[in-house]
């Protein structure tokens, strides 16, 4: 089915460890966006890239980096994780001319 | 600064009733609005959109108001059903950039049968 993936769905991390968040879409979609949902807020973005090679911080960079080598795939990684980072994190791509946006499952990360 | 905000976390319909979900924004700049829905363990899904050139769209039971002079929107479902329940997310934009989409916190539907 067309969408957009994200692996893994679950992860716990140690303070301190670092992981790398999957993204791909099989849309040919150029914008890609991560964002973060913490509990009884909205989502928050964290990075978004227009096409491949080209990323830009969103609201909440810190803490986080992305790379888009290919159109498909929007990596996010997490460098020395703290409970801050406790969060539901979405990947999503843009349907071109609408402002919609079509989201990935999530996935539920936890750092104790 | 939160620029859209959804001041109730959460409501309760009895099925076949009218839902009314609210959502306010401050930024003058926003001229594109947006529903979304979430189930849980699911990310959001897109419901609704309106233009700020337009203060009505329908899309068979919801249909989204816009008030620009009070910076207002809701979004009415009618009838409501027991599959509506889930969170709903209003968000704002100026431009058609996922970049520029700013989420309100989101409000709990619960529809009782």
């Known amino acids: 089915n067309a969408g957009v993936t994200q692996t893994p769905k679950f992860r716990i991390l140690k303070i301190g460890q670092s992981m790398t968040l999957q993204c791909a879409q099989d849309?040919?979609?150029?914008?890609m966006y991560w964002y973060r949902q913490d509990p009884g807020m909205g989502l928050k973005l964290i990075y978004y890239s227009v096409g491949a090679g080209i990323t830009d911080k969103g609201e909440v960079p810190n803490g986080y980096n992305v790379s888009r080598s290919t159109t498909e795939d929007f990596p996010l990684r997490l460098e020395l994780a703290a409970p801050s980072q406790t969060s539901v994190y979405f990947c999503a791509s843009i349907v071109p001319n609408t402002g919609e946006l079509f989201f990935g499952e999530g996935s539920r990360l936890t750092v104790l | 600064d939160q620029q859209v905000k959804q001041n109730s976390p959460s409501l309760s319909v009895q099925e076949g009733r009218i839902s009314i979900l609210n959502c306010d924004y401050t930024?003058?700049?926003?001229?594109?609005f947006l529903w979304y829905k979430k189930y849980p363990a699911e990310g959001p899904t897109f419901l609704i959109s309106?233009?700020?050139?337009?203060d009505k769209n329908e899309d068979g039971r919801f249909t989204v108001f816009l008030n620009k002079s009070a910076k207002h929107l809701s979004l009415h479902i009618v009838p409501s059903q027991p599959g509506d329940s889930a969170v709903y997310f209003c968000?704002?934009?100026?431009?058609?950039?996922?970049?520029?989409?700013?989420f309100g916190e989101g409000t709990q539907l619960t529809v009782n049968p």
């Open positions: 309106i233009s700020s050139i337009k």
């Open positions: 930024n003058s700049m926003f001229d594109y």
């Open positions: 968000a704002a934009s100026w431009g058609t950039s996922g970049s520029r989409l700013t």
């Open positions: 849309m040919n979609h150029n914008y």
